[in-house]
């Protein structure tokens, strides 16, 4: 269920999962009955019609999530989701301003693009009204970083002289996002967003204690908390199933995707009645958020999760991935970091370890795509294209990890022989 083949028979293991989508296995045989009883009982009824799917799978849903989460709003995906939690947002606290983090990826839609800060996503026409995107506390790549800074089995290169339980970075970031909310915000804001690692930047993991500092400074605007598990959540990350939880934080509103449906289309904003009860306010209606066949997948989903022990083997595995990666890392020069938590793993490529400097493109796609005529499939993310993204189905193995980090090393040498 990890493996993919094109027209002519080749097989190539699939580390990107459909762009961290297919989280239990491509065509997985629980999922795919599921689908099938489904299609021939009922496709689709407009959900002003409760039908028996929709309601099985919201209580199930529910249950994984902290207790003042109860109202779920099913809709087609991230970025649908992210556009309806703004909203909930702006309107439940009467302001209108949000906050993300530079390099986070929110979506593409016109509301979504202003939470999005990577300039490489956007397009020559306005965009972002009233969002603000504050300094993001990378440890890797930001102006302060050190080698305790992350919640990873891997560290950065660079050094600090922090003592255990003690981040000066962390500091500096938060001292940054607080110096944003009084500079350019007014005294009151509608919310902050934040992905627990940043996908599409490049799993990109944020230093540890900025979250729930960000939480407070936020609620303390009168700003409501917005966590996207678009790519987090469902095991992935291991240690929790939620990324949240590994932040110790609790969202007032948790926005969710992709893995949700295994790369059938199917996303959910989750938040409290009260934050609930403001879309009250007007009509609200999706025609085919929570249709009856994305609920019968998405429950049949959560179940293999569950039975299969997707997530301690994510943490299992992920950890032993990560490990071996750190020691590719040492072993060349263009491997700047290795980082991730689970099966959401980054591989940073640099023209050298002290500058940094992000890997010219052409060296970067000649990597991925040499790793992809040797059989094996990872993604390509941040904001210079230069962080190879490992994410997984969570049902590989020891041997496909393996594999893959022998054509990995295969491939580097590949580039070190061509480049010197």
Known sequence: MQWLYDTEGKRYLDLFAGIVTVSVGHCHPKVNAALHDQVDRLWHTTSIYMHPKIHEYAEKLLAKLPDNLQCVYFVNSGSEANDMAMQMARLHTGAYDLVSLRNAYHGMSPQTMGLTSLGNWHYQVPRGFGVHNAVNPDPFRGPWGGKNCRDSPVQTIRDC?????????????????????????PKKIAGFFVEGIQGVGGAVQLTNGFIKEAYAATRAKGGVCIFDEVQTGFGRLGSHYWGFETHG????????????????????VITSKEIASTMSQALHFNTFGGNPMSCAVGSAVLDVIDEEGLQAHSAELGTYFLLELAKIRDEFEVVGDVRGKGLMIGFELVTD??????LAGDQVVDIWEDMKDMGVLVGK?????????????????????????????????NNKEKHG
Do not use: W
């Not at 002289?161 to 915000?185: I, K, P, S, W």
């Not at 941040?382 to 962080?387: F, H, R, S, T």
């Not at 994410?391 to 496909?400: E, H």
């Open 161 to 185: 002289n922090c003592a255990e339980g003690q981040c000066h970075a962390n500091e500096m970031y938060v001292e940054q996002f607080n110096d944003l909310l009084r500079h350019g915000t």
């Open 249 to 268: 934080v609790v969202p007032d509103i948790v926005t969710m995707a992709k893995g949700m449906g295994n790369g059938f289309p199917i996303a959910a």
């Open 353 to 358: 370890k002290e500058s940094r400097t992000p």
């Open 381 to 413: 993310g941040g904001l210079y294209g230069n962080a190879l993204r490992i994410k997984p189905p969570m049902c590989i193995t020891r041997d496909d990890v393996d594999f893959s980090l022998s054509v990995l090393r295969k491939a580097l040498q």
